[in-house]
């Protein structure tokens, strides 16, 4: 007679822990896929104006490093938020400003005057100049951002991360 209650109680404890060894590898599973589905929804795409110096700071013919923070980063992004560009003034009027990482695999890049080329020093990449590939594992030029001058400044349009791959 005392069998009958402790093999229904058997069968419930079953149930629930099959249920529950279940649910653990489903919400496992669940979270891939939500992140999946809603990434698109949660990226950060907002570009933003940012000033990265007066207009009278750069000498014709120069290429100067600047520094900014990122477009719209996020509250704990810390030192993160913060990136770098090389700008070159051109001529009075017209600037270019060049992703400071390399198109191969993101390393900074640095500027050698004398020779006038980007040098990266991970594998060897050279840019001219003009941002276009001299030699190395670079698969493309340097990204470049878009830039404007007002009465004083100049300004460059950041990215939420660091650009290696757009262009004005
Ligand atoms: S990261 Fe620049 S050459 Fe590889």
Redesign the pocket.
């Known amino acids: 007679m005392n069998e009958e209650p402790k093999s229904e109680d058997r069968r419930k404890f079953l149930v629930k822990l099959c249920l529950w060894a279940g649910a653990v590898p489903a919400a496992v599973i669940s979270v891939p896929v939500f992140s999946a589905l809603l990434g698109p929804l949660l990226q950060r795409n907002e570009q933003k104006w940012r000033k990265v110096g007066a207009i009278a700071d750069f000498p014709v013919g120069s290429t100067n490093l600047v520094r900014f923070i990122n477009a719209d980063p996020l509250p704990w992004a810390g030192v993160t938020a913060k990136s770098a560009a090389w700008l070159r003034r051109e001529s009075e009027t017209q600037f270019t400003a060049f992703s400071a ?7 900074p ?1 640095r500027w050698e005057a004398k020779a006038e080329l980007f040098m ?6 050279v840019y001219y100049k003009d941002g276009s590939v001299a030699a ?3 698969p493309k030029s340097l990204a470049q951002y878009q830039v404007r001058i007002t009465k004083t400044d100049v300004e460059i349009k950041t990215a939420p991360v660091p650009i290696t791959n757009i262009t004005a």
Do not use: A, D, K, S
């Not at 990482?101 to 390393?107: A, D, M």
């Open positions: 990482n390399c198109t191969h695999l993101g390393c890049v990266c020093p991970c594998h060897g990449g190395g594992p670079p």
